[in-house]
């Protein structure tokens, strides 16, 4: 099996072009774009490092007595 040729390339490419629209392609790619960006962003999130907020459930809570009335 081989590789298609630039002539094959360029038939994809119009017929792409042709079902879809130009606006339409442009539009996906910016999309595509703007997903790139917000992965990177949250990978240099990943970076830094997270601070620890102690919540009631990791406080030391001792059971409170149950009286009866």
Known sequence: ????????????AVVVILLFGR?????????VAS???AFQKGM??????VER???TADADVR????RDV
């Open 44 to 49: 240099r999130d990943d970076d830094k490092p």
């Open 1 to 12: 099996m081989h590789a298609p040729g630039i002539w094959g390339i360029l038939v994809v």
């Open 53 to 55: 907020v102690t919540t």
């Open 63 to 66: 059971p409170t007595e149950k």
């Open 35 to 37: 997903g790139i960006k």
């Open 23 to 31: 606006g339409k392609i442009s539009g996906m790619m910016g999309e």
